[in-house]
């Protein structure tokens, strides 16, 4: 299909049209002046036309010409991912480092071309899916004597459909509402849908293990991937459509989440399910939050599989699902194409109430296929509306610094491990942006055997000095998470940012024989370097 032709925003997420309004950003301003009590305005968005760029270093080759550009605006839009502070700097005009050249390649053909061309210039060459990453994993590294984005945006076809197996072949650079536009006539869905779906790609979620927002069974993009191409600057590697082997090592492993450090991958096959019927949704409170995950615990340990099993803290169940501040929210959801939900959502209640929770059989919400919705009304829906309610960019520059981190860990150290991280980043962010910052808990996912907790801070930033001020809360939740035993990232990927936490996390074995494959995949070691290695 054809690429999408409106152009990206270069300060929020998405699209031109995804960004906010004047009127939505001086909303947003008042909201933050009565918080912190002080006056502030949003500050104006430069024209992109208007913003300055360091002179592209490198010379397109004739033979390039075509999807190949040193284009202001293509290295504007280019420039920077999704974090918070990098959308920042871009609201500023502020383009440090930016691609000397973007590829659009149409065809393997022209992708293999565009690779051929960095490797034998010894030119940085940063894969693009959708430019969602929050970790710097688009960017340029500092250093580099030339840096070429490729863009996967016109590799973006449905190239065949399994409807037997319940397969897809996708190309890499297929977004979200676009596979599933596709898949909807045929009656199936791919059922990953990460927050960034709007803008994020199918090999965008295959380079970074993207998790969806289905709390169990069958999240993690690892759960649909069936087989995979990727070309290194060494060639091409596909692996063999499988449903299951256990032929030594799984190749797809390896294309997994390798964050475009090891090639660029140009397709893959995904596993498909019928497009659900039946759904049933509970929202359950709970007097105190360890109650609350106790009861997290009871349900994912049933093997019920719900495929919302989400519990908020007070402080973020009254932020964004209307609660008093006080009580905890769990939100429990099940779905299925072939089997109503009445009898598991009842289940998962009992257990629920059983552990403490607290709700009314009139608010168990079941559609038994008539299509009555079951998730937007009350708590439940004022949660949703807030979770997909994304507009990075309507707080840019108001004084406001904000940002999550996310992790897992295993049930037994779940109570001490949020003790720790509660005490050691809540102390930094007090000493760093003073009494008015706030640290609140989610469950993102979870498993049998933990829970994936994502946390959420904010607080009054100084006007100028938000990197530095973000940095020292960062350095504190990074080594508060895998000090403790958890991971450094569940689902956002290591990218740059993560790289110190990864670094204490992984075995350095790991890490040696990682360098090996890269150094056979890509020996002059042009893709995303500074990525997970050096």
């Not at 999807?67 to 991912?81: I, L, M, N, Q």
């Not at 871009?90 to 930016?98: D, I, K, S, T, Y």
């Not at 980043?425 to 609140?440: C, D, I, M, N, R």
């Amino acid at each position: 299909m054809a690429a999408r032709t409106e152009r990206r925003s270069f300060w929020t997420w998405g699209y031109v049209s995804d960004e906010p309004t004047e009127a939505e950003r001086a909303a947003a301003a008042k909201q933050v002046s009565a918080r912190f009590g002080r006056a502030v305005t949003p500050p104006p968005i430069p024209r992109i036309e208007d913003i300055d760029l360091p002179p592209s270093r490198v010379s397109i080759p004739s033979r390039l010409e075509d999807f190949v550009s040193a284009d202001h605006v293509e290295r504007v839009t280019h420039t920077y991912g999704g974090h918070n502070l990098e959308l920042l700097a871009a609201a500023r005009g502020v383009f440090r480092n930016p691609p000397d050249a973007v590829a659009h390649p149409r065809t393997e053909d022209e992708l293999e071309a565009a690779l051929a061309w960095c490797d034998s210039q010894g030119f940085t060459a940063m894969p693009y899916g959708g430019g969602t990453s929050v970790v710097w994993g688009v960017n340029a590294p500092e250093g580099a004597q030339g840096a070429v984005t490729i863009d996967l945006d016109n590799l973006n076809a449905v190239l065949e459909l399994d409807t037997v197996s319940r397969a897809g072949r996708f190309q890499a650079g297929l977004l979200g509402p676009d596979l599933e536009a596709a898949l909807r006539p045929q009656g199936l869905t791919l059922r990953h849908f990460p927050q960034s779906f709007p803008w994020s790609t199918v090999g965008g979620w295959v380079a970074t293990r993207s998790g969806g927002h289905y709390a169990t069974n069958h999240t993690h993009i690892d759960d649909f991937v069936e087989s995979t191409r990727m070309l290194s600057p060494a060639g091409w590697m596909e692996t063999r459509r499988l449903p299951g082997s256990g032929a030594g090592p799984s190749p797809d492993r390896l294309v997994i989440g390798s964050e475009g450090i090891l090639g660029i991958i140009s397709e893959c096959w995904l596993r498909l399910q019928k497009r659900p019927r039946f759904r049933a949704t509970a929202g359950v409170t709970f007097d105190g939050w360890q109650a609350g995950c106790e009861a997290v615990r009871g349900v994912v340990q049933a093997k019920l599989w719900p495929a919302n099993l989400r519990i908020l803290d007070p402080t973020e169940a009254g932020a964004s699902a209307g609660l008093d501040g006080h009580h905890a929210l769990l939100i429990i959801g099940f779905e299925s194409a072939d089997v109503p939900q009445g009898g598991n959502i009842r289940e998962a209640v009992a257990i629920a109430r059983e552990l403490g929770g607290h709700i009314d059989d009139a608010d168990v919400r079941i559609d038994d296929g008539d299509g009555k919705a079951t998730g937007r009304e009350g708590a439940v829906g004022a949660w949703r509306n807030a979770f997909i309610g994304v507009n990075a960019g309507v707080r840019h520059g108001l004084g406001l610094l904000n940002d999550t981190f996310e992790t897992a860990i295993t049930w037994e150290r779940w109570p001490d491990f949020d003790a720790t991280v509660r005490q050691r980043v809540g102390a930094v962010l007090k000493e760093t942006l003073g009494a008015g910052a706030t640290l609140s808990c989610r469950f993102t996912h979870v498993y049998p055997d933990g829970p994936a907790p994502y946390y959420t801070w904010s607080g009054p930033a100084v006007i100028g000095g938000e990197a530095e001020q973000w940095q020292a809360i960062k350095d504190a939740a990074n080594a508060a998470v895998v000090e403790a035993g958890g991971t450094v990232t569940h689902h956002h990927a290591v990218g740059r940012m993560h790289r110190p936490g990864w670094d204490r996390q992984r075995p350095e074995l790991f890490a040696e024989a990682l360098r090996a494959v890269k150094a056979r995949l890509d020996p002059n070691g042009i893709l995303n370097p500074g990525v997970l290695i050096d």
